[in-house]
């Protein structure tokens, strides 16, 4: 099993850049996409960003340029790093784990983010 804490959310301005951290225990193999999702208010929740120890990361095209998800193998986190935020940016952010075998998806319980002046 693996178990997600996500930190990090909160109220910021426009143009801001607060960092999200996930905390995963449990094992995490190289084959284990890990990445972010996010849901806004009445809309469906969708991918973020997502990498694999040792990929290349893969971004949706609203963050392209914005947003970076560094890793760090040593103590199972995962960040998002989140620049020149948008009022469009805000939402509930959610780690998770993608186990290909078997097929399981993890997920944190979210963090809110909230971009308004």
């Known amino acids: 099993q693996v178990q997600l804490v996500e930190a990090g959310g909160g109220l910021v301005q426009p143009g801001g850049s607060p960092r999200l951290s996930c905390a995963a225990s449990g094992t995490i193999f190289s084959t284990y996409v890990i990445g972010w999702h996010r849901q806004a208010p009445g809309k469906q929740r969708e991918l973020v960003a997502a990498?694999?120890?040792?990929?290349?990361?893969n971004y949706v095209d609203s963050v392209e340029g914005r947003f970076t998800i560094p890793m760090d193998n040593t103590n199972n986190t995962v960040y998002l790093q989140m620049n020149s935020l948008k009022p469009e940016d805000s939402a509930v952010y959610y780690c998770h784990v993608v186990r290909p075998i078997p097929a399981t998806t993890f997920w944190g319980r979210g963090t809110q983010v909230t971009v308004s002046s």
């Open positions: 990498i694999t120890r040792g990929g290349n990361p």
